[in-house]
């Protein structure tokens, strides 16, 4: 997860912001279907997000 978020400090803000809103909708989607990748693109959504806070 450490690895995730250091490469997307890398990426500008809103790129930041279009990975957040894909996988926060995507870990919806799967979790209203009970789908094991709920958990998966929600961490991935996690590390965006820190990212961001970091690079502000």
């Known amino acids: 997860m450490e690895k995730l978020t250091e490469a997307f400090r890398e ?32 961490l991935i959504s996690c590390a965006a997000i820190d990212a961001l806070n970091d690079n502000s």
Do not use: K, P, T
């Open 11 to 42: 990426l500008d803000a809103d790129d930041l912001d279009a990975i957040v809103s894909e996988f926060a909708r995507r870990a919806e989607v799967m979790a209203e279907a009970n789908g094991d990748w709920a958990r998966v693109y929600a």
